[in-house]
Structures are given as structure tokens and as C-alpha cells.
């Protein structure tokens, strides 16, 4: 399917005990895609390729912004018998004028003047009208505005209940003359995801502007018959701030399977509530433009041939549209464009949901890009460029972002009719429980180069169970892992009395997922094991493996063929709450799930007396009761009865840490006490005894030896006073190692690799109890463990992954190296009590059910 381009180095790191630190650079002969133009931070958190002062500094307000921002955002809702039709005009409050925008040295539209322009477009006429979707982690309103023909309530209403009927019946939906005739196909236009990838919003709003101003027939006739979404800007806190990320330090296109942030889950909402059938996703720098569908692997889950079919016809049209503008290499420094799909061989995949236009189609989509324009504007040249030629380069992009914008409604508006049909044909195939199509140049006529190396399909299994009672780990899991599902509109149920599916008994109470619906693919991807692909491909752009039913902590089954039909159940709009307090006696709460372990800090911080249980679960006297149920409705987790009196006393922990964003979120979603620090902080004379610090958490951004003297005599004195120290990964392993600490030697796998492990738990305080499953991003493991180190966890026997992509390189590092060994150690040395972790249990807020391993490692070590 097109060139070879030379693979990207894998970086192989071997950490010896209490001493050196050796690294090797392998780079694999296989060919890749070539990262570069991908370029724009191609980086996980806390990779080797970030600076070792990047350990996260961001807001404990931003953190609970986004904890506290529970549920949908607040968009219009279309349903509701007293809305009004189009346009829904009404005046923004534009924020106070901010000069250090830096949207302004490129010559953009800074954010505090987009909603004096939303204002005055709309007064144009009435084809505009704008909502706000939510806020920003940082506080910023997000705004969406929708461009189309005026319309009625009763009209609203009508093409409401079109919508429905596409989504809910389409085999209905599919005969009904009024959807083909009269059915506005929704379009979606996203923009300014990465917050310094400036461009697409100053486009959109050029493109609004045009459309709201227009007297040609063309136009009428485009509103007419599409609705046209943009998200103006989807990261407004990047956008001030000249950043990729947002407030949080989350990158936004990482987050749709997890949906920690809430800036993404207002694009959730727009997806479910809008139902687009087109859309695209603006971004930069790559020259030149690139202009998706992908490379292989493509997602298993999708109805890829419809997809298929629409998006590379589209990426024709975009890349004549952006071609024709006559930009040149010896003119202009502009590429023609490129399509991967047609013109890569790998590297740029669509496997992972977790960007925009991989989300997207499991909501309606048919066709969903990204679009990278060309000229680099960010990071080092934004620093270093002359303004002029920043301008130069940003108008350029504003030119390119646009041509895709306009190029993709006159697809749109060409082939509206079977675009929708196509949706439908989506929707019909989960209802029905009919097979995927696997894509050829017979099924999908048109598109080139079509191979085997094309076809990813999967076997949705007829249900999925979650059950109650006997069997089920932890009832606050199960409603944490129900809630997203229905969160990302998936039909739940809930059995109304006992029953047996497939050669299993459930209790009534238990949550069935009937696979034939119309959100099958979304309900699929979040809850099956995923698959190896360790021998698809040679390099994956992002991560390769995840599974909520595996990494939330819930217990899942899948049931392959038997009809779930007869079980006597009821739709759920929402989980049940599982909280609980028992009426008498001493109480335990188990410390199975995040939500449980932030119950604990809150009961501590209340000044509860707790002790710990050799279990790893804690024990609260029974005059806490009162504090027991406020905690329990506060956090939706049980206090069961116990008869254990416990044993050492837990205490309020505040956490040191450097940590990743992802990281540093997920402890403040425990209810950890936390305070960032890094190399910088500390040698600019960190005090541990103010502070008041326990325990220090190390990932990213601390590197022992870039201590000054009085650094690193202030942390040796913290860790021989009984600090403790919980380390992940390479910064945590080498600092253990720099410190003279834990006598072990962590070895370190494929840099690349990633994805779901099996893995077998020694029990105890850290690990009892603990799921069988942990999520890797280069994993590491530990030999030659000294007298006192103990095995909290090891990988498992065999081929440990899962579900993902660990390759060995060049004989070494891969997961037949790593299997049967230590993935999590612990011990005490130098009067420091210490846990490291090999796998990756926070990663990016993602593996719910792997957060309490952390969560007791940081009460154990205090």
C-alpha cells in the first residue's frame, strides 16, 4: 500500500541493583512508517523523549473541575417537547481580553474574542445559532455552533425523531421515504483538539462567516439539507496557553475510551446527541497535508467497508481541493498532499478509539479524518521564528484547513443520500447481529490497493454479563464500568429475577448487554479482552491494547452464542448505587476500586481512626458510622460488617510526586493529598518538613543524579526518616537505584510495547485481592532480588500479553522475556519502606481496577 519508511529507535533501558543505569539504543530493521511527520510530540507521558523537568505541575482546581464535572455536559437537549427550533441564537459573555493569548503573535483569533465574533456572525442573519457544549478543565466555555436552514419546533422536532428512528430502527429507518427525502445529514467539524495546533478555528469561523453571509443557491441548498457542526475550539486552555494539552495536562485525542477530562466528553455528548455522519478533525504539523483514512491495523470493531468507501473518497476531494489551492514546495514550502491509507505502508493506524476520528464512527460516522495541515507553527519555531513568518505560515494552514472544511461538504451534499444510507446500513448491522463485511476491492469498488493486510474484523459475542452478588469483585466497579457504558450510549439492562445464560447462573440484579443493538461496536470495544497484534505490524503510533473489562475491576463475562431475549430484565437509564453502611458492629471497606480508596482519605482527613487488615482492606470502629455514611453516598461504595479489629493504624497520607499528568490526576481522583515536586522544585530548595509529606511517588521529571547537594542530602535525609518511596517505570526504578535502596536489578522491555498483561498477585497489603489483569507501556521487571524483597506481583507463564503490541527487539526485551518475573516489588532499606512498580497502573487515568495497587502501596510505605 505505498512506500517504506525507516522505523523509529526503540529505546531498551537495563537498571542495575542500588548502581548503574545502562542504556541501549536499538533500532529494528523492519521498515515503518516514518514518525516525523506525525511528529508534533510523538510522545507518551513521561517518555524518554520528554525533559526530566516535565513532571506534572497542573492545578489541583483543574483536577476538580474535571472530578466534579460528573455526567453529560450541558448541551441543548433535542428532545425536550419545549425546545426551540433553528436558530437558537443567544448572546455570549466574552471573557476578559487576555494579551498573553498566544493564538495572537500568529495572527489568530485569540480565545477571549471568539465569542464577540460568534456574536456578530449571529446577528447576520439566521443560519447560525451557537450552544455551549460545557467547560474546559481550566474553566472556558467550549462552544458549538450550527449552521443550517431555519427550522421550526415542529420541524426540530421531526428531524429529531428521524434521528432516533436511524439510531433505534433502522430497518425502519431504511424504508421511510421522509429520512431519504428530508433528513438533514449532520456534519461535524472539529477543531484545535491540540490547543497549539491553532488553525482550524480561524478557518471554521471563516467558513461560518461565508455560510452565514452567502445568497447563492448553492448555499441554500447545502443548509437546506445538512446541519453543520463546528466545535470552534475543542481545547480553549491549550489554546491560551500555546499548549498540546489541556489545564490538566491531558492530550484530549488520547482520552475518548477513558473520558477523564471534560472537554471530551462534551465531544462525547455532541456524538451521541448530533449523530454525525461525516466529520472531520483539524490539526498540524505535517507536510505535507495529511489527509486520513490510515495505514493498518485498522479497528476490528468498525463497519470498515462503509467507512472505508466514504472516507477515502473524501480524502480525494480534500487533497484536489487542497492541492488546487497552489501552494508549492519551491514556492511556499508546501507538499503535495497525503493520504496514509493510500500511500504508507504503517505507522499511522486507526486500531485505538481513542481519538476523535476513530471515536466517531461507533456513533454514526461514516467518514472521519484527521487533517494535518502543513506548516509549522508550534513549539521550537514558534519561539524562534520571526512573526512575519509565522503569520506567513499560519495563513497558509488557515487556506489549507479551510479547503478540507468546504471540500468535505460538497461530499457531503454530493452523496448526502447514500451517506445516510450507509449510517443506517451501520446501525441495522448491530441490531441484527449481522457479520462484518470484510473490506476488498469487491466489497469496497474504487479504493486501491486493498490487501489482506486491510481486513480486521472480530466475533461480537451475543451478550455480555456483569453480575451481582457471588462472583463480582466489586459492586462499586460494576456501577462505575455500567455508568460509562451508558454513558457512551450503550443500552444497559438489569435482570429482574435470577436466570441462566449460556451454562452460568446470575442473580437478579446482575447487568446483561444485549450485543444486538445499534452501539454494538463501542460496547465491544470497551468491554472484550482486545487482541494481540504483536505480528500485524511492526510499530503502532499510540497504544494497542486496552479493555474495561479486564482494567476497571469489575467482573465481565462474555457469552457467545446464548440469546439473552428470555431474561426478564428492564432498560437502565443508570447504574444502581451500590452504597452501603451496615446497621451495627465494626465496619470494613474494601480497597478494591478508586472510589473505594478515596472513601478511605476522605473518612481519614475527617479524622476517622482506621486500621488496616491483613487483607489490604481497612477497619473503621463502629462510632464512625456517621462519617461511614456520608462517605458512602459522597463516593457510592460499602461498609460492610466485620468482626476484625485490624492491626497498624492508617493515617492521612500527603504524596510527593513526581508524576505524569495522567498520574497526578488519577491520585487526585483517589483523594491523595498532593503536592508536585520535580528535579527543579527540589533543588530550588523543596522543604520536606514543611511540606509534610510521606510519601514520594516518582515516575516522571525526578532524576536523582541532576540533584544539586542540597537536594539530594534534603530527599536522602526524607527517605532515611521513614519516608516512603512508591517508584514506576524507569524514573521510579533508576531513583530507587541512584538512592542505594531496594536491592534489585529492573530490567527494562520494549520500549514500544504496550497493551493488557496477565498477571498473578501474591496478595497482601499492595496486591491482595487485586485483579488478574495490569496495563503496560514499556514494561520493566525485576531479577535479582536482594534478601527482603518481596513479590507483590509477576507477570504471567507463558506469553503474559493479553491484548496489544510487545515485540522483542532484536531477541531481547519482548514478553517471553518478561513472563513468570517480578512486575511489583516491595521491601524496606536505609529506613525507607519502598514499592516499584514494572507495569504502568495509572496511565492516563485509564485502568480504574489497577488504581488501588497504587493506593495501598502509597498507605503502606507512609
Do not use: C
Not at 560 to 567: D, F, L, T
Not at 713 to 740: M, P, Q
Amino acid at each position: 500500500m505505498g512506500i517504506s519508511r525507516p522505523s523509529r529507535p526503540i529505546l531498551l533501558t537495563t537498571l542495575a541493583s542500588a548502581g548503574a543505569l545502562v542504556l541501549t539504543t536499538l533500532v529494528p530493521g523492519s521498515a515503518t512508517a516514518d514518525p516525523s511527520p506525525r511528529g508534533h510530540d510523538i510522545r507518551r507521558e513521561g517518555s524518554p523523549l520528554s525533559s526530566t523537568e516535565r513532571a506534572a505541575k497542573t492545578p489541583e482546581s483543574a483536577a476538580d473541575r474535571a472530578l466534579g464535572s460528573a455526567g453529560s455536559p450541558g448541551l441543548t437537549d433535542l428532545t425536550d417537547p419545549k425546545n426551540r427550533g433553528y436558530p437558537r441564537e443567544q448572546k455570549l459573555t466574552p471573557p476578559p481580553a487576555n494579551p498573553a493569548d498566544k493564538s495572537i503573535k500568529l495572527g489568530l483569533a485569540p480565545y477571549h474574542s471568539l465569542a464577540p465574533t460568534l456574536n456578530d456572525i449571529q446577528g447576520i442573519g439566521d443560519r447560525v445559532s451557537v450552544e455551549i457544549a460545557g467547560r474546559s478543565a481550566g474553566g472556558h466555555q467550549l462552544y458549538l455552533v450550527t449552521v443550517t436552514a431555519p427550522e421550526s419546533a415542529k420541524e426540530t422536532a421531526r428531524q429529531e425523531r428521524m434521528r432516533e428512528l436511524i439510531e433505534h430502527a433502522p430497518g425502519a429507518a431504511a424504508k421511510d421515504p421522509a429520512v431519504k427525502s428530508s433528513y438533514k445529514t449532520p456534519v461535524f467539524v472539529n477543531n484545535n483538539i491540540h490547543g497549539n495546533e491553532w488553525e482550524g478555528t480561524d478557518a471554521a469561523l471563516k467558513l461560518i462567516t461565508k455560510l452565514a453571509k452567502a445568497k447563492d443557491g448553492d448555499t441554500g441548498d447545502l443548509l437546506a439539507h445538512n446541519r453543520l457542526y463546528f466545535n470552534v475550539t475543542a481545547n480553549p486552555d491549550g489554546r491560551i496557553a500555546g499548549t498540546r494539552e489541556n489545564a490538566n495536562g491531558f492530550d484530549l485525542n488520547r482520552d475518548f475510551i477513558t473520558a477523564s477530562q471534560p472537554e471530551v466528553r462534551a465531544m462525547r455528548q455532541i456524538a451521541i446527541d448530533k449523530q454525525p455522519a461525516v466529520m472531520i478533525d483539524l490539526h498540524g504539523y505535517v507536510n505535507g497535508t495529511l489527509i486520513e483514512p490510515t495505514t493498518p491495523p485498522h479497528g476490528e470493531n468498525y463497519e470498515y467497508d462503509l467507512f472505508l468507501k466514504n472516507s477515502y473518497a473524501n480524502a480525494l476531494g480534500m487533497e484536489a481541493a487542497v492541492n488546487g489551492l497552489g501552494y508549492t514546495p519551491e514556492k511556499d514550502g508546501v507538499e503535495p498532499a497525503v493520504i496514509p491509507f493510500r500511500d504508507q505502508e504503517e505507522g499511522w493506524d486507526d486500531w485505538p478509539p481513542i481519538f476523535t476520528p476513530q471515536y466517531m464512527p461507533f456513533h454514526g460516522a461514516v467518514a472521519a479524518h484527521t487533517i494535518e495541515f502543513p506548516m509549522t507553527v508550534n513549539n521550537d519555531e514558534y519561539d524562534d521564528l520571526p512573526v512575519a513568518e509565522l503569520r506567513r505560515r499560519s495563513a497558509i494552514n488557515v487556506d489549507i484547513a479551510g479547503a478540507a472544511m468546504s471540500a468535505t461538504l460538497k461530499y457531503t451534499q454530493e452523496h448526502r443520500t447514500s451517506v445516510i444510507a450507509d449510517q443506517i446500513e451501520m446501525f441495522r448491522r448491530g441490531t441484527a447481529g449481522a457479520k462484518q463485511v470484510p473490506v476488498s476491492p469487491e466489497t469496497v469498488p474504487g479504493v486501491p490497493g486493498i490487501g489482506p493486510e486491510d481486513v480486521y474484523t472480530t466475533d461480537f459475542p451475543r451478550a455480555y454479563v456483569i453480575p451481582r452478588g457471588k462472583g463480582q469483585r466489586s459492586a462499586a466497579a460494576a456501577s462505575r464500568l455500567v455508568g460509562h457504558l451508558l454513558d457512551n450510549d450503550v443500552e444497559v439492562r438489569r435482570a429482574t429475577r435470577d436466570f441462566r445464560l449460556g451454562k452460568t447462573s446470575y442473580a437478579k440484579g446482575s447487568y446483561v448487554i444485549d450485543m444486538r443493538q445499534a452501539k454494538r461496536g463501542i460496547a465491544n470495544v470497551m468491554l472484550a479482552d482486545g487482541r494481540d497484534i504483536s505480528d500485524k505490524v511492526s510499530t503502532m503510533y499510540d497504544i494497542s491494547g486496552w479493555s474495561l473489562g479486564r482494567l476497571w475491576g469489575a467482573t465481565v463475562d462474555s457469552v457467545k452464542e446464548s440469546s439473552p431475549a428470555g431474561v426478564r430484565s428492564h432498560v437502565v437509564d443508570a447504574a444502581s448505587r451500590v452504597g452501603y453502611v451496615a446497621p451495627r458492629g465494626d465496619l470494613r471497606l474494601r480497597l478494591d476500586d478508586a472510589r473505594e480508596v478515596a472513601a478511605l482519605n476522605w473518612v481519614l482527613e475527617k479524622g476517622v481512626s482506621v486500621r488496616r487488615a491483613d487483607d489490604g482492606s481497612v477497619i473503621l470502629p463502629s462510632e464512625a458510622r456517621g462519617a461511614a455514611v456520608v462517605a458512602a453516598r459522597k463516593y457510592d461504595v460499602a461498609f460492610e460488617a466485620t468482626r476484625a479489629k485490624g492491626g497498624a493504624v492508617v493515617h492521612r497520607t500527603r504524596v510527593a510526586a513526581a508524576a505524569t499528568p495522567g498520574e497526578l490526576f488519577a491520585l487526585r481522583e483517589m483523594n491523595f493529598d498532593v503536592v508536585p515536586v520535580s528535579t527543579a522544585a527540589l533543588n530550588a530548595g523543596f522543604d520536606w518538613k514543611k511540606s509534610g509529606a510521606d510519601v514520594l511517588f516518582v515516575s516522571a521529571g525526578l532524576s536523582y543524579g541532576e540533584l544539586n547537594s542540597g537536594a539530594r542530602g534534603g530527599l536522602d535525609e526524607f527517605l532515611a526518616g521513614g519516608g516512603g518511596l512508591v517508584g514506576r517505570g524507569a524514573e521510579g526504578a533508576a531513583l530507587n537505584s541512584d538512592a542505594k535502596l531496594l536491592s534489585v536489578a529492573a530490567v527494562a522491555g520494549n520500549g514500544d510495547a504496550n497493551g493488557v498483561v496477565r498477571v498473578v498477585n501474591s496478595g497482601g497489603p499492595v496486591t491482595g485481592g487485586a485483579i488478574a489483569h495490569s496495563f503496560v507501556y514499556a514494561p520493566m521487571w525485576f531479577t535479582k532480588l536482594g534478601s527482603g524483597v518481596r513479590i507483590e506481583q509477576s507477570y504471567g507463564a507463558g506469553n503474559p500479553l493479553l491484548s496489544g503490541h510487545w515485540r522483542p527487539v532484536d531477541g531481547a526485551g519482548g514478553p517471553s522475556d518478561a513472563a513468570g518475573q517480578a512486575s511489583v516489588v516491595s521491601g524496606a532499606a536505609a529506613g525507607a519502606r519502598v514499592v516499584l512498580f514494572g507495569t504502568e497502573p495509572l496511565f492516563r487515568d485509564h485502568p480504574k481496577g489497577v488504581f488501588p495497587q497504587v493506593g495501598r502501596a502509597l498507605l503502606s510505605v507512609s
